[in-house]
């Protein structure tokens, strides 16, 4: 039998359509979606993803909530509707694709908060995800205004959520849990599903709606 193709130290036992050969179970599941981009319709990667998102939606889900709570109580819903547009917006970007961390999200999210700050600071470049962000809110926020500071604080409440789930010993758990979390309780038309716009306001549901 070949060596693994991505460690060369282990047998090669599952075939890996990223790398062209045979890798080992341990590297095939420490690196996919990390260092290795899979495609998404790789069994491997499609059996690990839907089980992850599907063990922590409700976590996440929970935390959500905790963390949402203040916000409706102070009669803040508009907020929570945007946090729950740049999930949708981050869940819109990796539907289609394998590769991402919860760095490059926490990167994303602190370049937004940066743009939408007292004083907006104007950066060069960003990443393909901050790009999709800044772009997918600024078309959200032309239909749905709030003041710059009400957007400030939803994305201090989205990287308090962030920094609450998120682990750096596990690369992929906030998005697991947030992915499976849009999967899992919010609510939207099967067009908005299919489309490649996501900008109309998602509605969260709980198992009880």
């Not at 939408?116 to 800044?134: D, I, K, N, S």
Request: proline share 6%; charged share 25%; glycine share 6%.
């Amino acid at each position: 039998m070949s060596l693994c193709v991505y460690c060369s130290k282990r047998t090669g036992k599952r075939s890996c359509p990223a790398l062209g050969g045979m890798i080992c179970p341990s590297c095939c599941g420490q690196h996919r979606g990390i260092e290795i981009s899979c495609p998404i319709s790789c069994k491997y990667f499609k059996a690990h993803e839907g089980y992850q998102r599907v063990r922590l939606a409700e976590e996440f889900h929970a935390l959500w909530m905790a963390k949402t709570e203040p916000l409706y109580k102070a009669g803040k819903e508009r907020l929570i509707d945007l946090i729950a547009m740049v999930e949708m917006l981050i869940y819109q970007f990796y539907r289609e694709r394998a590769l991402g961390t919860d760095s490059e999200v926490l990167e994303a999210l602190e370049f937004l908060q940066r743009r939408f700050g007292p004083v907006m600071v104007v950066e060069a470049g960003g990443t393909a995800l901050a790009t999709h962000l800044w772009n997918g809110l600024q078309e959200f926020l032309e239909k749905e205004p709030l003041p710059s500071e009400a957007v400030s604080e939803a994305l201090a409440k989205s990287l308090e959520i962030f920094r609450a789930y998120a682990n750096p010993a596990q690369p992929r758990k906030y998005l697991h849990g947030m992915l499976g979390h849009v999967e899992r309780f919010f609510k939207l038309p099967d067009e908005l599903r299919e489309s490649p716009s996501l900008i109309a306001t998602p509605h969260i549901v709980t198992p009880e709606s």
